[in-house]
């Protein structure tokens, strides 16, 4: 079991960055591969990136290669994701997920969501 828990969202122009954090509870966050969602009004809520449990492999969205940037550190249970040169399509809330260390789309926990707003 694993609880999250987002922050860093936050009121931002375009063009401009954010970092938002994800800190997980209990001593085998090593052992879970990461992941962030995002969920835009209206729509499905999709995939954005993902990491590995160690941190050496990561995969994007295209809506967000190269712009995003995906990281972790084991030592303090968080993984961050940087997020530069952003669009108001890049408006949603953000959802940090957990999962076990093989998975492809980590998604077994969930965290509350933080708030990304991104103005013209």
């Known amino acids: 079991q694993v609880q999250l828990v987002e922050s860093g969202g936050g009121l931002v122009q375009a063009g401009g960055s954010l970092r938002l954090s994800c800190a997980a509870s209990?001593?085998?966050?090593?052992?879970?591969?990461m992941g962030w969602f995002r969920q835009a009004p209206g729509k499905e809520r999709e995939f954005v990136a993902r990491i590995s449990w160690s941190g050496s492999s990561t995969y994007y969205a295209d809506s967000v290669k190269g712009r995003f940037t995906l990281s972790r550190d084991n030592a303090k249970n968080t993984v961050y994701l940087q997020m530069n040169s952003l669009k108001p399509e890049d408006t949603a809330i953000y959802y940090c997920?957990?999962?076990?260390?093989?998975?492809?789309?980590?998604?077994?926990?969930w965290g509350q969501g933080t708030q990304v707003t991104v103005s013209s």
């Open positions: 209990g001593r085998t966050f090593s052992r879970y591969a």
């Open positions: 997920a957990a999962g076990g260390p093989t998975s492809v789309v980590p998604k077994d926990y």
